[in-house]
Protein backbone atom coordinates (compact mmCIF):
# COMPACT_ATOMS: atom_id res chain seq x y z
CA UNK A 1 0.00 0.00 0.00
CA UNK A 2 2.50 2.45 0.70
CA UNK A 3 4.47 1.82 -2.28
CA UNK A 4 1.60 2.47 -4.16
CA UNK A 5 0.73 5.45 -2.70
CA UNK A 6 4.85 6.63 -3.30
CA UNK A 7 3.85 5.66 -6.86
CA UNK A 8 0.97 7.89 -7.05
CA UNK A 9 2.54 10.81 -5.12
CA UNK A 10 5.72 10.85 -8.07
CA UNK A 11 3.39 10.65 -10.77
CA UNK A 12 1.44 13.63 -9.76
CA UNK A 13 4.70 15.54 -9.31
CA UNK A 14 5.62 14.39 -12.92
CA UNK A 15 2.28 15.39 -14.24
CA UNK A 16 2.71 19.19 -12.28
CA UNK A 17 5.87 19.55 -13.63
CA UNK A 18 5.20 18.43 -17.49
CA UNK A 19 1.98 21.07 -17.12
CA UNK A 20 3.93 23.83 -15.09
CA UNK A 21 6.89 23.43 -17.92
CA UNK A 22 5.48 24.79 -21.00
CA UNK A 23 3.57 27.58 -18.87
CA UNK A 24 7.42 28.50 -17.44
CA UNK A 25 8.75 28.35 -20.71
CA UNK A 26 6.28 30.68 -22.07
CA UNK A 27 7.03 33.11 -19.59
CA UNK A 28 10.10 33.29 -20.29
CA UNK A 29 9.93 33.92 -23.95
CA UNK A 30 11.47 37.52 -24.61
CA UNK A 31 8.22 40.10 -25.01
CA UNK A 32 8.13 41.35 -28.77
CA UNK A 33 10.09 44.56 -29.82
CA UNK A 34 7.38 48.03 -29.75
CA UNK A 35 7.62 50.30 -32.95
CA UNK A 36 5.58 53.66 -31.94
CA UNK A 37 4.33 55.06 -35.04
CA UNK A 38 3.87 58.33 -34.49
CA UNK A 39 1.32 60.23 -37.51
CA UNK A 40 -0.17 64.11 -37.52
CA UNK A 41 -2.87 62.88 -39.53
CA UNK A 42 -5.60 60.19 -39.52
CA UNK A 43 -5.42 56.85 -40.64
CA UNK A 44 -7.42 57.56 -43.67
CA UNK A 45 -5.62 57.82 -47.05
CA UNK A 46 -2.67 55.47 -45.51
CA UNK A 47 -3.93 51.79 -46.16
CA UNK A 48 -1.14 51.77 -49.04
CA UNK A 49 1.42 53.48 -47.09
CA UNK A 50 1.13 51.42 -44.07
CA UNK A 51 0.64 48.90 -46.24
CA UNK A 52 4.59 49.81 -47.68
CA UNK A 53 5.95 50.30 -44.27
CA UNK A 54 5.48 46.44 -43.39
CA UNK A 55 6.72 45.17 -46.48
CA UNK A 56 9.59 47.15 -45.76
CA UNK A 57 9.60 45.20 -42.28
CA UNK A 58 8.82 42.19 -43.81
CA UNK A 59 11.83 42.34 -45.97
CA UNK A 60 14.20 42.77 -42.61
CA UNK A 61 12.14 39.55 -41.49
CA UNK A 62 9.43 41.59 -39.47
CA UNK A 63 6.07 40.45 -39.02
CA UNK A 64 3.21 42.43 -37.54
CA UNK A 65 2.08 40.33 -34.33
CA UNK A 66 4.13 37.52 -34.81
CA UNK A 67 7.71 38.67 -34.39
CA UNK A 68 6.72 42.36 -33.73
CA UNK A 69 4.06 45.00 -32.28
CA UNK A 70 2.97 48.19 -34.27
CA UNK A 71 1.64 50.99 -31.60
CA UNK A 72 -0.01 53.32 -34.44
CA UNK A 73 -0.64 56.76 -32.65
CA UNK A 74 -2.90 59.22 -34.66
CA UNK A 75 -2.68 62.78 -34.45
CA UNK A 76 -6.00 63.51 -36.05
CA UNK A 77 -4.61 66.48 -38.03
CA UNK A 78 -4.08 68.63 -34.35
CA UNK A 79 -0.90 69.48 -34.43
CA UNK A 80 -0.75 70.19 -30.81
CA UNK A 81 -1.05 66.46 -29.77
CA UNK A 82 2.26 65.52 -31.48
CA UNK A 83 4.61 65.98 -28.11
CA UNK A 84 2.04 64.31 -25.90
CA UNK A 85 1.91 61.49 -27.67
CA UNK A 86 5.39 61.31 -28.73
CA UNK A 87 5.77 61.44 -24.81
CA UNK A 88 3.65 58.56 -24.44
CA UNK A 89 5.78 56.52 -27.14
CA UNK A 90 8.31 57.41 -24.55
CA UNK A 91 6.57 55.56 -21.74
CA UNK A 92 5.57 53.01 -23.10
CA UNK A 93 9.45 52.51 -23.76
CA UNK A 94 9.07 51.12 -27.45
CA UNK A 95 12.32 49.79 -29.24
CA UNK A 96 12.00 52.23 -32.06
CA UNK A 97 9.75 55.55 -33.15
CA UNK A 98 8.59 55.42 -36.92
CA UNK A 99 7.92 59.18 -37.29
CA UNK A 100 5.70 59.68 -40.21
CA UNK A 101 6.62 63.37 -41.01
CA UNK A 102 8.54 66.56 -40.21
CA UNK A 103 5.76 67.27 -37.36
CA UNK A 104 6.07 63.92 -35.75
CA UNK A 105 10.04 63.97 -35.99
CA UNK A 106 9.98 66.93 -34.11
CA UNK A 107 8.25 65.61 -31.33
CA UNK A 108 9.64 62.35 -31.52
CA UNK A 109 13.35 64.14 -31.13
CA UNK A 110 12.30 66.39 -28.24
CA UNK A 111 10.49 63.24 -26.63
CA UNK A 112 13.46 61.22 -26.49
CA UNK A 113 17.76 61.24 -27.26
CA UNK A 114 18.12 57.87 -26.75
CA UNK A 115 15.61 55.74 -28.78
CA UNK A 116 16.06 55.12 -32.32
CA UNK A 117 14.02 57.26 -34.50
CA UNK A 118 13.10 56.40 -38.46
CA UNK A 119 11.46 59.29 -39.98
CA UNK A 120 10.40 60.05 -43.85
CA UNK A 121 9.87 63.89 -44.26
CA UNK A 122 9.18 65.98 -47.31
CA UNK A 123 11.87 68.67 -46.15
CA UNK A 124 15.61 68.67 -46.18
CA UNK A 125 16.08 66.55 -42.83
CA UNK A 126 19.78 68.29 -42.15
CA UNK A 127 17.96 71.74 -42.68
CA UNK A 128 15.75 70.57 -39.85
CA UNK A 129 18.35 69.71 -37.34
CA UNK A 130 17.60 65.54 -37.59
CA UNK A 131 20.58 64.67 -38.83
CA UNK A 132 24.01 66.43 -38.91
CA UNK A 133 24.83 65.27 -42.89
CA UNK A 134 22.54 62.90 -45.07
CA UNK A 135 25.36 60.55 -45.53
CA UNK A 136 26.28 60.75 -41.93
CA UNK A 137 23.42 61.48 -39.94
CA UNK A 138 24.67 61.15 -36.58
CA UNK A 139 22.67 61.06 -33.39
CA UNK A 140 19.49 58.58 -32.88
CA UNK A 141 17.70 59.78 -36.57
CA UNK A 142 17.68 58.76 -39.64
CA UNK A 143 15.20 58.14 -42.54
CA UNK A 144 13.83 58.54 -45.60
CA UNK A 145 13.41 62.31 -47.54
CA UNK A 146 11.07 62.01 -50.37
CA UNK A 147 11.52 65.54 -51.53
CA UNK A 148 13.31 66.78 -54.38
CA UNK A 149 14.51 70.52 -54.28
CA UNK A 150 13.03 70.69 -58.06
CA UNK A 151 9.81 69.40 -57.23
CA UNK A 152 7.39 72.59 -57.00
CA UNK A 153 9.29 73.65 -59.85
CA UNK A 154 8.71 70.75 -61.64
CA UNK A 155 4.81 71.20 -60.60
CA UNK A 156 4.57 74.47 -61.83
CA UNK A 157 6.00 73.30 -65.19
CA UNK A 158 3.69 70.64 -65.85
CA UNK A 159 1.39 73.00 -65.18
CA UNK A 160 2.07 75.84 -67.63
CA UNK A 161 2.11 73.25 -70.15
CA UNK A 162 -1.62 72.39 -69.05
CA UNK A 163 -2.62 75.58 -69.09
CA UNK A 164 -0.01 77.86 -71.17
CA UNK A 165 -1.84 81.12 -70.46
CA UNK A 166 -2.08 81.59 -66.71
CA UNK A 167 -0.52 83.61 -65.06
CA UNK A 168 -1.79 83.96 -61.81
CA UNK A 169 -1.42 80.77 -59.72
CA UNK A 170 -2.73 80.17 -55.66
CA UNK A 171 -0.50 78.13 -54.04
CA UNK A 172 -2.08 76.37 -51.09
CA UNK A 173 -0.24 75.89 -47.71
CA UNK A 174 -0.99 74.77 -44.21
CA UNK A 175 0.35 77.20 -41.62
CA UNK A 176 0.64 75.24 -39.07
CA UNK A 177 3.21 72.94 -40.91
CA UNK A 178 5.96 76.18 -41.06
CA UNK A 179 9.21 74.39 -41.79
CA UNK A 180 6.88 73.26 -45.13
CA UNK A 181 5.64 75.90 -46.37
CA UNK A 182 8.55 77.69 -45.94
CA UNK A 183 10.36 75.88 -48.38
CA UNK A 184 7.34 75.21 -50.48
CA UNK A 185 6.89 79.25 -50.61
CA UNK A 186 10.61 80.00 -51.23
CA UNK A 187 10.69 77.39 -54.11
CA UNK A 188 7.45 78.87 -55.68
CA UNK A 189 8.30 81.81 -55.59
CA UNK A 190 11.82 81.65 -56.92
CA UNK A 191 10.01 78.87 -59.82
CA UNK A 192 7.47 81.63 -60.97
CA UNK A 193 9.91 84.58 -61.15
CA UNK A 194 11.90 82.53 -63.24
CA UNK A 195 8.74 81.41 -65.76
CA UNK A 196 6.92 85.34 -65.00
CA UNK A 197 3.94 83.62 -62.73
CA UNK A 198 2.72 85.78 -60.31
CA UNK A 199 2.23 83.52 -56.83
CA UNK A 200 -0.57 84.08 -54.44
CA UNK A 201 -0.04 82.11 -51.44
CA UNK A 202 -3.03 80.95 -49.65
CA UNK A 203 -3.56 79.42 -46.32
CA UNK A 204 -5.64 76.61 -44.77
CA UNK A 205 -5.16 74.26 -41.78
CA UNK A 206 -8.50 73.02 -41.66
CA UNK A 207 -11.31 71.61 -43.60
CA UNK A 208 -13.33 74.74 -43.06
CA UNK A 209 -10.55 77.07 -44.02
CA UNK A 210 -10.32 74.85 -46.98
CA UNK A 211 -13.68 75.77 -48.17
CA UNK A 212 -13.52 79.25 -46.93
CA UNK A 213 -9.75 79.56 -49.15
CA UNK A 214 -12.16 78.34 -52.38
CA UNK A 215 -14.67 80.59 -51.47
CA UNK A 216 -12.27 83.68 -51.50
CA UNK A 217 -11.75 81.95 -55.40
CA UNK A 218 -14.95 83.04 -56.73
CA UNK A 219 -14.41 87.16 -56.36
CA UNK A 220 -10.50 86.56 -57.74
CA UNK A 221 -10.23 83.74 -59.20
CA UNK A 222 -6.47 82.48 -60.11
CA UNK A 223 -5.29 81.21 -63.67
CA UNK A 224 -4.19 77.81 -61.92
CA UNK A 225 -3.54 75.56 -58.33
CA UNK A 226 -0.62 74.29 -56.77
CA UNK A 227 -1.47 72.57 -53.99
CA UNK A 228 1.17 72.06 -51.27
CA UNK A 229 2.71 68.56 -49.44
CA UNK A 230 1.08 68.61 -46.17
CA UNK A 231 -0.88 65.40 -44.41
CA UNK A 232 -3.57 67.35 -43.77
CA UNK A 233 -4.23 68.19 -47.82
CA UNK A 234 -3.81 64.23 -48.50
CA UNK A 235 -6.10 63.51 -45.80
CA UNK A 236 -8.77 66.22 -47.20
CA UNK A 237 -8.18 65.17 -50.85
CA UNK A 238 -11.46 64.57 -51.84
CA UNK A 239 -12.69 67.72 -50.47
CA UNK A 240 -9.95 69.60 -52.27
CA UNK A 241 -10.53 67.82 -55.98
CA UNK A 242 -14.13 68.64 -55.59
CA UNK A 243 -13.63 72.35 -54.93
CA UNK A 244 -11.28 72.45 -57.36
CA UNK A 245 -13.88 70.62 -60.28
CA UNK A 246 -16.77 72.81 -58.92
CA UNK A 247 -14.65 76.33 -59.09
CA UNK A 248 -13.18 74.82 -62.74
CA UNK A 249 -9.64 75.84 -60.90
CA UNK A 250 -7.03 73.39 -63.20
CA UNK A 251 -4.60 71.84 -60.07
CA UNK A 252 -1.63 69.90 -59.24
CA UNK A 253 -1.33 67.89 -56.53
CA UNK A 254 1.53 66.52 -54.37
CA UNK A 255 0.75 62.87 -54.09
CA UNK A 256 -1.18 60.19 -57.30
CA UNK A 257 -3.74 59.76 -54.16
CA UNK A 258 -4.92 62.66 -55.21
CA UNK A 259 -5.07 62.61 -59.19
CA UNK A 260 -6.95 58.94 -58.40
CA UNK A 261 -9.85 60.72 -56.75
CA UNK A 262 -10.25 63.56 -59.62
CA UNK A 263 -7.33 65.98 -59.19
CA UNK A 264 -6.10 67.17 -62.48
CA UNK A 265 -2.37 65.65 -62.23
CA UNK A 266 0.18 65.18 -59.31
CA UNK A 267 3.93 64.98 -59.61
CA UNK A 268 5.88 63.84 -56.37
CA UNK A 269 7.97 60.98 -55.44
CA UNK A 270 6.67 57.64 -54.91
CA UNK A 271 5.42 57.69 -51.66
CA UNK A 272 5.09 53.68 -52.04
CA UNK A 273 8.16 53.43 -52.35
CA UNK A 274 8.93 55.88 -49.71
CA UNK A 275 7.40 54.08 -46.75
CA UNK A 276 8.80 50.29 -48.49
CA UNK A 277 12.10 52.05 -47.46
CA UNK A 278 11.04 54.01 -44.37
CA UNK A 279 9.83 50.69 -42.82
CA UNK A 280 12.84 48.76 -43.69
CA UNK A 281 15.05 51.32 -41.85
CA UNK A 282 12.55 51.22 -38.70
CA UNK A 283 13.55 46.94 -39.32
CA UNK A 284 16.99 47.94 -39.59
CA UNK A 285 16.88 49.85 -36.15
CA UNK A 286 15.59 46.97 -34.59
CA UNK A 287 18.00 44.83 -35.66
CA UNK A 288 20.49 46.73 -33.82
CA UNK A 289 21.32 49.07 -36.34
CA UNK A 290 22.33 52.85 -35.18
CA UNK A 291 20.97 55.55 -36.76
CA UNK A 292 24.09 57.36 -36.68
CA UNK A 293 25.49 54.98 -39.37
CA UNK A 294 22.39 54.47 -41.72
CA UNK A 295 22.68 57.49 -44.37
CA UNK A 296 19.34 59.12 -45.15
CA UNK A 297 17.77 57.85 -48.29
CA UNK A 298 16.62 59.95 -51.12
CA UNK A 299 14.03 59.12 -53.66
CA UNK A 300 15.09 57.82 -57.43
CA UNK A 301 12.07 57.67 -59.20
CA UNK A 302 8.88 60.60 -59.23
CA UNK A 303 5.82 60.19 -60.60
CA UNK A 304 3.70 62.09 -63.29
CA UNK A 305 -0.08 61.31 -62.55
CA UNK A 306 -2.85 62.67 -65.22
CA UNK A 307 -6.54 62.33 -65.15
CA UNK A 308 -7.43 62.69 -68.53
CA UNK A 309 -11.59 62.54 -67.40
CA UNK A 310 -10.80 66.00 -65.19
CA UNK A 311 -8.98 67.35 -67.76
CA UNK A 312 -11.96 66.78 -70.59
CA UNK A 313 -14.54 68.19 -67.56
CA UNK A 314 -12.43 71.19 -67.43
CA UNK A 315 -12.39 71.68 -71.49
CA UNK A 316 -8.21 71.43 -70.98
CA UNK A 317 -6.72 69.51 -73.57
CA UNK A 318 -3.59 67.65 -72.14
CA UNK A 319 -0.48 68.14 -74.82
CA UNK A 320 0.30 65.10 -76.47
CA UNK A 321 4.45 65.23 -75.55
CA UNK A 322 3.48 65.30 -71.70
CA UNK A 323 0.90 62.62 -71.71
CA UNK A 324 4.08 60.47 -73.37
CA UNK A 325 6.26 61.37 -70.12
CA UNK A 326 3.48 60.53 -67.60
CA UNK A 327 4.01 57.68 -65.71
CA UNK A 328 0.14 56.92 -65.54
CA UNK A 329 -2.61 58.02 -67.44
CA UNK A 330 -5.78 57.83 -65.55
CA UNK A 331 -8.85 57.40 -68.18
Known sequence: ???????????????????????????????????????????????????????????????????????????ENQIDRLPALAAE?????????????????????????????????????????????LARPGGNMTGINFFSGELVAKQLEFLREVVPAARRVAVLVNPSNASRVESTVRDAEAAGRAMQLQIQVVNASTSREIEAVFAGFVGERPDSLLVGSDPLFTSRRVQLTQLAAVHRIPATYPVREMAEVGGLMSYGGSLTDAYRQFGG????????????????LQPT???????????????????????????????
Do not use: C
Open 1 to 75: MASHIARRKFLATLSGAVVAWPLAARAQQPAMPVIGFLNPASPDGYTERLRAFRQGLKDTGYAERENVTIEYLWG
Open 89 to 133: LVRRDVSVIAAASAIAAFAAKAATATIPIAFVVAEDPVRLGFVAS
Open 281 to 296: YAGRLLKGAKPADLPV
Open 301 to 331: KFELVINLSTARALGLEIPATLLARADEVIE
